[in-house]
């Protein structure tokens, strides 16, 4: 071994990690086919993360990061890049983050979640409020407007609320968006017994739930069908 190193100018331990590095790649080969029968089917309108919620449906139990790395490796990446609407401002809420990622519900009307998005339409923006319910993935209700004024997550909320039968009081998620932290918001939710929890600052995966709904809408039925 010593001898063939020294023909080959290598060192032993780059000579281990290679072979090492080799051995990862074999023991990932069969999770490789199925990361890249995935993005074939979807056409390549998944990303690491939703390829990684696909196979975790299907039982198996792998970390994002590995098919993060796996999809670069074998250069796959989603086709599309749709840009995210930011409504944070700087001002950190008090409100804090009561649904900790459990994203199932036992009934209806006991988890909602929301949050706001952008569209791009020939140029103009357009912007969309739904709420969601986790017991089934409903849209309860929704908004749309030409600008991101409260009104467009009141409409929403004030659609919303009015289905609710007296025994409801759901836990309704969002981000820390202005809209959120307004009074008339907070006050609506209170008159209506609804709880408020909120995504702590910079964690886009404390909302995961709305996070796919936008990506599943904007890949599938938006972007790549106009």
Partial sequence: MAVL??????????????????????????????????????????????????????????????????????????????????????????????????????????????????????GEKLYLSPVMDLYNGEIVSYSMQKQPQYSLVGGMLKKALAKLADQDAPLLHSDQGWQYQMSAYRRKLSEHGVIQSMSRKGNCLDNAAMESFFGTLKSEYFYLNR
């Fill in 5 to 122: 190193l020294k023909v080959a100018e290598l060192s032993r331990s780059t000579f281990y990690y290679q072979a090492r590095a080799q051995q990862l790649e074999d023991r990932h080969a069969g999770l490789k086919r199925r990361i890249h029968v995935l993005y074939e089917h979807h056409k390549g309108r998944y990303g690491y993360r939703r390829i990684t919620a696909a196979l975790r449906q299907s039982g198996e139990q792998v970390n994002h990061k590995t098919v993060q790395r796996l999809m670069q490796h074998l250069g796959l990446k989603s086709l599309v890049r749709p840009k995210k609407y930011r409504s944070y401002r700087g001002q950190q809420a008090s409100v804090p983050n009561l649904l900790a990622r459990q994203f199932h519900a036992e009934r209806p009307n006991q988890k909602w979640v929301t949050d706001v998005t952008e569209f791009n339409i020939r």
